[in-house]
């Protein structure tokens, strides 16, 4: 149990282009959905935190309007990068909580995005 | 907010060697302490955990420390292999989960 996919797996797109990530958890209800980025071998960082029907949190640094965060339901969010550049070129990885413990996170496969 | 460290950064060892990565927090209300095996391209992998009510936990050749008064935890593989080989990041959470840099373990056969 407990399976969180992503969608696309891979995306390259034109610069000035938006994209659209899509995390989803397949066998629970997720009520909280996290977003992080990971840029070649570094960290993970959080970008921002979405709970089911609200506004999504961002963390400081983290453009809201070009990251559009969206958790409409239980088991789906999304994250469109509005306006890609080549800086936005990264691996984007969400997890979700949500079922046991409210700390205890379950990870997307994660999508790599090449912006050119 | 929660700051995480770890270190090393790089790790080397020979094959049926121990590994030891060692992570200290910021936060003590930081209450749940994960670690994740990530491999190049995958997911962070959950390996181990511990909570604030606990010392120790062991799971086979993996063994997780906390040391709630000093801020530090630990984690410890034993008998390594060369699967072991990933990168290992510890990580916080006081409401959100706060990663360390990563430890690149790299086993030797």
């Known amino acids: 149990g407990a399976v969180v996919s992503q969608h696309p797996s891979w995306v390259i797109c034109k610069s000035g282009t938006s994209v659209k990530i899509e995390c989803r958890s397949l066998d629970f209800q997720a009520t909280t959905m996290f977003w992080y980025r990971q840029f070649p071998k570094q960290s993970l960082m959080l970008m921002a935190t979405?709970?089911?029907?609200?506004?999504?949190?961002?963390e400081q640094g983290v453009e809201k309007d070009k990251f559009l965060i969206n958790h409409a339901s239980l088991t789906l969010s999304t994250l469109t990068v509005t306006s890609a550049h080549p800086e936005d070129s990264s691996f984007y990885i969400c997890?979700?909580?949500?079922?046991?413990?409210?700390?205890?996170?379950?990870f997307g496969p994660g999508t790599r995005l090449t912006v050119l | 907010g929660e700051n995480v460290e770890q270190h090393p950064s790089t790790l080397s060892v020979q094959e049926g060697d121990s590994a030891v990565i060692k992570c200290t927090y910021s936060d003590s209300a930081s209450n749940y302490f994960p670690w994740y095996k990530q491999e190049l391209g995958k997911r962070p992998q959950l390996i181990i955990d511990?909570?604030?009510?606990?010392g120790e936990k062991k799971d086979q050749r993996i063994a997780v420390t906390l040391n709630k008064t000093a801020k530090h935890f630990s984690l410890h593989i034993t008998e390594t292999q060369p699967e072991d080989s990933a990168v290992y990041f510890c990580a916080a959470w006081g409401g959100k989960l706060q990663f360390g840099a990563g430890t690149q373990v790299v086993v030797t056969p």
């Open positions: 997890s979700a909580s949500g079922q046991g413990n409210t700390d205890t996170q379950y």
């Open positions: 979405s709970n089911e029907g609200s506004k999504a949190t961002y």
């Open positions: 511990i909570r604030s009510n606990v």
